[in-house]
């Protein structure tokens, strides 16, 4: 029989995830942005959203502190670290950029799921102040998503002409 677990415990777990979730992110679309050449469009738009997860994070503090807690520096070195390593792991490989835009469209329906699940959370542990913050977070990766899903086609379309082309295509 496993121990019963305090809602309100499991939502904080369930917020250091998601900030750990958002480093991870950060690092990995970071390492994607410095690699892409033949797709300016493609560089802005993860920027933004390198810019949109640094401000979900910091909105991911600002809760964990109203619930007098903080993230755990652990969890964010290994995610990071994690991160890192997906990056890289693409990056010696003939289709880097299809691996890499398939990967962000499935992460950002993960991010999504996290979200809409702290959210419920929330409101089982009983948490008014954060939902406005969480959906905001979650708005902006329904944004990304949307952004992600509209783009792959054409991303498949321009990869392939520029390989047969034997242009260089990252």
């Given at each position: 029989?496993?121990?019963?677990?305090?809602?309100?415990d499991l939502y904080i777990d369930g917020?250091?995830?998601?900030?750990?979730?958002?480093?991870?992110?950060?690092?990995?679309?970071?390492?994607?942005?410095?690699?892409?050449?033949?797709?300016?469009?493609?560089?802005?738009?993860?920027?933004?959203?390198?810019?949109?997860?640094?401000?979900?994070?910091?909105?991911?503090?600002?809760?964990?502190?109203?619930?007098?807690?903080?993230?755990?520096?652990?969890?964010?070195?290994?995610?990071?670290f994690m991160g890192n390593m997906?990056?890289?792991?693409?990056?010696?490989?003939?289709?880097?950029?299809?691996?890499?835009?398939?990967?962000?469209?499935?992460?950002?329906?993960?991010?999504?799921?996290?979200?809409?699940?702290?959210?419920?959370?929330?409101?089982?542990?009983?948490?008014?102040?954060?939902?406005?913050?969480?959906?905001?977070?979650?708005?902006?990766?329904?944004?990304?998503?949307?952004?992600?899903?509209?783009?792959?086609?054409?991303?498949?379309?321009?990869?392939?002409?520029?390989?047969?082309?034997?242009?260089?295509?990252?």
């Amino acid at each position: 029989m496993s121990v019963p677990q305090n809602p309100r415990d499991l939502y904080i777990d369930g917020l250091v995830n998601a900030r750990a979730l958002e480093t991870q992110a950060i690092q990995l679309l970071s390492r994607q942005v410095e690699r892409l050449e033949n797709f300016p469009e493609m560089a802005r738009r993860l920027q933004q959203h390198i810019t949109e997860s640094e401000q979900q994070r910091d909105r991911l503090d600002e809760i964990l502190s109203n619930l007098g807690t903080s993230a755990s520096g652990l969890k964010d070195l290994v995610t990071g670290f994690m991160g890192n390593m997906a990056a890289l792991a693409h990056a010696p490989m003939q289709d880097e950029l299809l691996k890499n835009t398939f990967a962000n469209y499935a992460f950002e329906h993960f991010e999504i799921a996290s979200y809409k699940g702290l959210l419920v959370m929330a409101e089982v542990a009983g948490d008014n102040r954060a939902p406005s913050a969480l959906r905001q977070s979650l708005q902006e990766e329904i944004s990304m998503a949307q952004w992600a899903e509209e783009t792959l086609e054409p991303t498949v379309r321009r990869y392939v002409m520029l390989k047969a082309e034997g242009a260089k295509a990252i």
